[in-house]
T-cell receptor
Framework: AQSVSQHNHHVILSEAASLELGCNYS??????LFWYVQYPGQHLQLLLK????DPLVKGIKGFEAEFIKSKFSFNLRKPSVQWSDTAEYFC?????????????WGLGTSLAVNP | DADVTQTPRNRITKTGKRIMLECSQT?????MYWYRQDPGLGLRLIYY???????NKGEISDGYSVSRQAQAKFSLSLESAIPNQTALYFC??????????????FGPGTRLLVL
């Protein structure tokens, strides 16, 4: 079965530290990849997505992610985090084959940024 | 996303009661989803609908039912609520186009407490 693994369940950083959150998936075919963010008390918002083309994807609020097909990975990065980045981050994957596809979600990574 | 609304936003109910959570969208999307979110378990898919006549069970559909009243409306019912259905419920829509990727857009969520 397809799965998405987020290695870090809880991350604590100080402001200005660099961030990298890991995401690996198990599907071997063509995939669409997503990172969503959920700020405290809010709904999920799309941070960035990869469908095709340049494997380095830039999203909102200074986030970026790199799709490495050979490693089945789509890690999220930010060079300098802010207190306002405190949130839960979800990686999701859908395989780009057929019409009956759904998103497979990782369990999420909780990020706390200390001021 | 303001284009996807959920009512109620918060609900407290008692074991055995029937309740309905409603979702409306103005995005014109055919596809709609119901998820529940529990701490440490990420997002789990309850039901999804690819159009008004197409409704499918997700990974945790037991104890839930849905109704797709129109393209814009997708309701989730708990026929006889039980305490382990206490969770945060999200509705989502997606902009699926055949042969291309799709992005899901989430409502603000309904926080349900079953006593």
């Amino acid at each position: 079965a397809q799965s998405v693994s987020q290695h870090n369940h809880h991350v604590i950083l100080s402001e200005a530290a660099s961030l990298e959150l890991g995401c690996n998936y198990s599907y071997g075919g063509t995939v669409n990849l997503f990172w969503y963010v959920q700020y405290p008390g809010q709904h999920l918002q799309l941070l960035l997505k990869y469908f095709s083309g340049d494997p380095l994807v830039k999203g909102i609020k200074g986030f970026e992610a790199e799709f490495i097909k050979s490693k089945f990975s789509f890690n999220l990065r930010k060079p300098s985090v802010q207190w306002s980045d405190t949130a839960e981050y979800f990686c999701a994957v859908s395989h780009n084959a057929g019409n009956n596809r759904k998103l497979i979600w990782g369990l999420g990574t909780s990020l706390a940024v200390n001021p | 996303d303001a284009d996807v609304t959920q009512t109620p936003r918060n609900r407290i109910t008692k074991t055995g009661k029937r309740i309905m959570l409603e979702c409306s969208q103005t995005k014109g999307h055919d596809r709609m989803y119901w998820y529940r979110q529990d701490p440490g378990l990420g997002l789990r898919l309850i039901y999804y609908s690819f159009d008004v006549k197409d409704i499918n069970k997700g990974e945790i559909s037991d104890g839930y039912s849905v109704s797709r009243q129109a393209q814009a409306k997708f309701s989730l019912s708990l026929e006889s609520a039980i305490p382990n259905q206490t969770a945060l419920y999200f509705c989502a829509t997606s902009d699926f186009t055949s042969g291309r990727g799709e992005t899901q857009y989430f409502g603000p969520g309904t926080r349900l407490l079953v006593l």
